[in-house]
């Protein structure tokens, strides 16, 4: 949390004001809220740009929505792609750079790469001249690109009839060995290259890129970029559960000064409003609203019926409204009462402060940790099913 807020909610408390400690970490969520992200997926033309752009947006190609590709879909004007779970993220498509044509920095003037938080480098064989004077352009306006090495799965499939003792972890290294030494040669000391399938994001490299960008975001862009991921590993959904989890922490100590609505059987009521809009939110991230599940039907190829089938909360799946809510409350009110706020939030100084000087928000903050956890575990069955794995880990 940034230092200024966290001072000024420290005094307000301290001064025993919470209305006004509430309206500050309210101020604190909607900043959060409205934190841009904006992508760029650049490289040679045909490597997989328009392809990694659908899988980032968890969109299968040639559906719905999705960025035009194949092997003469040419994208030849840039174009921004809204992130289906969070409007603050844009992605954008641009065309190949040895597909135009302009030369390097022409390139780099009419695609404005000035606006993006960072690059990715795509390259689904060798990294040439282009994709260096790119990247070297980049890391002169001081910010971050990533090379991936795309379309891993079919030099696996190809490498299976070239090599007689094929071994997939050795040609995976030396696919990797090789795009590092080009990229070397071409001027660049230790390049970091992720070997990626934008089919199979959980195999291979994907995981490790996203938790490089993980590292080196900004701490408000790095929560908004996980918790907009597709569901890649068991990790991920660990990661995006915490994250929600301490937005709930904050949410409740907003909801402190607010009106508690009277639900039957939790008697210190709760902010049923912050609840729904907070519900709403874990479902996206969580990947659990209708259409999300349509769109990881669609990339699996696993029916919508079969991912449905591994859903127990009642608010996955579903159209999330007040009154479901409401009713989920109602019906679990015995078990979130019996529920403590956990050590975690009472060692978090703030928060926790907060959360033990007002008994509704502790109740707001228990319901919603208690569907949190409930959606959180959907989400891994749902994800096992997805990937046909047999095991929970
Ligand atoms: N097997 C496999 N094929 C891929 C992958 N990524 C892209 N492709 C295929 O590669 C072809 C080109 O992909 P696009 O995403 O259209 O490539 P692009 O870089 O946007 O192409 P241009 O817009 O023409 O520069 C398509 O037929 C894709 O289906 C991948 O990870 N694995
Ligand atoms: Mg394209």
Redesign the pocket.
């Known amino acids: 949390m940034a230092d200024h807020f966290e001072a000024e909610i420290k005094t307000a408390i301290q001064n025993g004001d919470l209305s006004s400690a509430a309206e500050k970490t309210q101020e604190y969520l909607n900043e959060l809220e409205n934190t841009p992200l904006i992508i760029a997926i650049t490289g040679e033309g045909g490597s997989g740009?328009?392809t990694l752009v659908n899988a980032l947006r968890g969109i299968k190609n040639g559906t719905d929505g999705a960025?035009?590709?194949g092997p003469t879909?040419?994208?030849k004007e840039p174009k921004e792609y809204i992130h289906p779970k969070n409007e603050n993220i844009r992605i954008w498509?641009l065309?190949?750079i040895g597909t135009t044509k302009f030369k390097t920095d022409e390139y780099i003037k009419k695609m404005e790469f000035e606006k993006y938080d960072f690059f990715i480098i795509v390259s689904s064989e060798r990294f040439r001249e282009n994709d260096a004077k790119l990247a070297k352009e980049i890391q002169k306006m001081n910010k971050k690109f990533y090379f991936v090495r795309s379309q891993v799965d079919s030099s696996i499939e190809n490498a299976k009839h070239d090599y007689p003792n094929f071994n997939e972890d050795e040609v995976l290294e030396s696919i990797k060995n090789y795009c590092t030494e080009e990229l070397q040669d071409l001027g660049f000391e230790s390049p970091k290259v992720f070997l990626v399938s934008c089919f199979k994001l959980h195999l291979y490299k994907f995981e490790d890129l996203c938790k490089t960008l993980m590292e080196e975001l900004p701490e408000h862009q790095r929560d908004v970029l996980l918790l907009a991921l597709p569901n890649i590993s068991l990790d991920v959904i660990k990661r995006k559960k915490e994250t929600l989890g301490s937005k709930i922490m904050w949410l409740s100590a907003a909801s402190a000064a607010g009106a508690a609505v009277p639900v039957p059987g939790l008697s210190a009521g709760v902010d049923l409003s912050i609840i729904v809009s907070c519900v709403i939110q874990c479902a996206i991230s969580l990947g659990l609203t209708p259409g999300l599940l349509q769109k990881l039907s669609d990339v699996t190829g696993v029916s919508l019926e079969d991912l449905k089938a591994e859903l127990k909360s009642p608010l996955a799946g579903v159209k999330i409204t007040s009154a479901l809510v409401l009713q989920v409350l109602t019906r679990s009110a015995a078990y979130i009462l019996a529920t403590t706020v956990e050590e975690g939030a009472r060692l978090v100084p703030v928060i926790g402060t907060v959360v033990a000087m007002s008994l509704s928000c502790a109740t707001t903050y228990k319901a919603l940790k208690y569907i949190l956890n409930t959606l959180a575990e959907d989400t891994q069955r749902v994800f096992i099913k997805a990937l046909g794995l047999n095991s929970p880990v």
């Open positions: 740009k328009s960025a035009p590709t879909e040419t994208t498509d065309p190949g």
